[in-house]
């Protein structure tokens, strides 16, 4: 996995991992690498690389996210690179705002964005989904709507990295739902994700880990992210 930046000495690791995605059961060509680190007493580091090819556009995101201890947002770093155009993203989160910058060639822009208490990030790795999931309330159960800070990307369109607010619903169906895997057999929590009219299904282990995560867009056309690689430190 390239990273932005290298792994410290000082950092511990928490867990790694590999997702394959298909496309209605079949392999897209997409793959994700992931990491999770800590920096004692100070941050926590979640490292991701998408690459592959979406239809014939030839794709790499690599993430560097920081997190406070308690999995608050502190500092995302994104690049993105689409037929060998990169846009380089970063955001900078505070308690009431988010400060966005954007790099694209010689061109450079930074916005500045009042967001909701206790928002989160949802950006694409599929390995960073758990981290919103936390800040359910799994005694309240039902369905929650959790403050998002989307960072969008359409690679179908050779479009840069855009930023968004949206309040999307969650709901939690249940614990020990057993899923299987290439990287093997988990006691799953399953909640429904409910984006633009489609219920979304996500599976995480105890350590809110995505195992899976189906997207069905269609009747006949349905994403899956199935997690084939998995280790996590005892």
Not at 145 to 171: D, N
Not at 213 to 231: A, D, G, T
Request: aromatic share 10%; glycine share 6%.
């Amino acid at each position: 996995m390239d990273t932005l930046h290298p792994i410290m000495p000082n950092e511990r690791l928490i867990a790694w991992g590999e997702y394959n995605y298909q496309v209605a059961g079949k392999d897209s060509g997409l793959t994700e690498s992931w990491s999770l680190h800590t920096l004692p007493g100070e941050a926590l580091i979640h490292r991701a690389e998408v690459r592959g090819r979406v239809a014939t556009i030839k794709l790499r995101q690599a993430a560097h996210f920081v997190m406070a201890p308690d999995y608050r947002p502190s500092k995302l770093e994104m690049t993105q690179e689409i037929d060998g155009q990169i846009t380089k993203t970063t955001i900078g989160c505070f308690s009431e705002s988010i400060v966005q910058s954007i790099a694209m060639e010689d061109e450079a822009e930074e916005t500045e964005l009042e967001v909701p208490a206790g928002y989160n990030l949802f950006f694409p790795p599929v390995s960073a989904q758990g981290f919103i999931c936390r800040n359910y309330n799994l005694e309240t159960g039902g369905r929650q709507a959790l403050p998002l800070v989307c960072i969008r990307m359409q690679p179908e369109e050779a479009l840069p990295l855009s930023v968004e607010m949206q309040t999307i619903e969650y709901e939690y169906l249940g614990s020990d739902e057993e899923i299987e895997t290439p990287a093997g057999q988990f006691a799953c929590r399953h909640f429904i994700r409910y984006d633009q009219h489609m219920e979304q299904h996500l599976w995480f282990d105890q350590a809110w880990t995505p195992i899976q995560w189906s997207v069905p867009y269609s009747v006949i056309m349905k994403w899956e992210y199935l997690l084939i690689r998995y280790h996590r430190e005892r």
